[in-house]
């Protein structure tokens, strides 16, 4: 396999919080939802194609993943997709949204304010040590 390289749009767009097995986890530079995005190590585009070990160790990192943000983070739901269409890399977002946030009900892709509050670097760190004491990295 080639050496891994993330997609320049979700470097741009994110903060690394760790990698778990061939998994990297991503936090989204907006403040507005807590937004985790997972990029598995594969030249996979869809989901179906990822061998079953590598689809099964996925699955299970959103699950622990989503029971963080719904038990950790008061979010009332999850927001879990791999949509690619103008990212091809395959990745999956998992997205915790709560009612009194900025964009609910609506959905977040193409409707995030251009001005929208952004996370630093400092609240990337500080999650990903809430995610490593809650056993998710």
Known sequence: MQT???HLQLAADTFPL???GSVHVLLHRTALVPWFI???ETRAIELHDLPPLQRAELNA???RLGRFLCQSMDCEKLNIAAIGN?????HLHVMGRRREDALWPRVV???LPTNGALRTA???ALLAARLRLAQCL
């Open 38 to 40: 997972l990029v598995p």
């Open 86 to 90: 103008v990212v091809s890399q395959l």
């Open 109 to 111: 892709w193409g409707n």
């Open 18 to 20: 760790g990698k778990v």
């Open 122 to 124: 400092e609240d990337a």
């Open 61 to 63: 990192l959103a699950e």
């Open 4 to 6: 891994f390289e993330l």
